[in-house]
């Protein structure tokens, strides 16, 4: 099992730079895939990116692509998404989430993939 706990959400101006991380727990960490999700308020969730247990493959939504950079580093037990060039729509909750039944299904970003969620971190925009 996998615990997951996100930070580093506030607030930023559009066109700004801001972090969010993910801390896990367990031993296993590095043999889930990882991903970010975010939802709106009166929105489904719906995903942001995905990073292999390696690091080596990531896959990124449309919407946040060029401007999102997702990471990760298996010894801490830590993932990350750097967001730059933020707009206004950005504004949400963002999840992190560990999926390891299917792998093209996780990368791919399927909701259903994922074991595990955290709670959550608000970024909210600004114009």
């Known amino acids: 099992q996998v615990q997951l706990v996100e930070s580093g959400g506030g607030l930023v101006q559009a066109g700004g730079s801001l972090s969010v991380s993910c801390a896990g727990s367990?031993?296993?960490?590095?043999?889930?895939?990882m991903g970010w999700f975010r939802q709106a308020p009166g929105k489904e969730r719906e995903f942001v990116s995905a990073?292999?247990?390696?690091?080596?493959?990531?896959r990124y939504a449309n919407s946040v692509k060029g401007r999102f950079t997702i990471s990760r580093d298996n010894a801490k037990n830590a993932l990350y998404l750097q967001m730059s060039s933020v707009k206004p729509e950005d504004t949400a909750v963002y999840y992190c989430a560990a999926g390891r039944s299917s792998y093209f299904s996780a990368m791919a970003g399927s909701r259903s993939a994922y074991d595990y969620w955290g709670q959550g971190t608000q970024v909210t925009v600004s114009s």
């Open positions: 367990g031993r296993t960490f590095s043999t889930y895939v």
């Open positions: 990073i292999s247990q390696n690091g080596g493959s990531t």
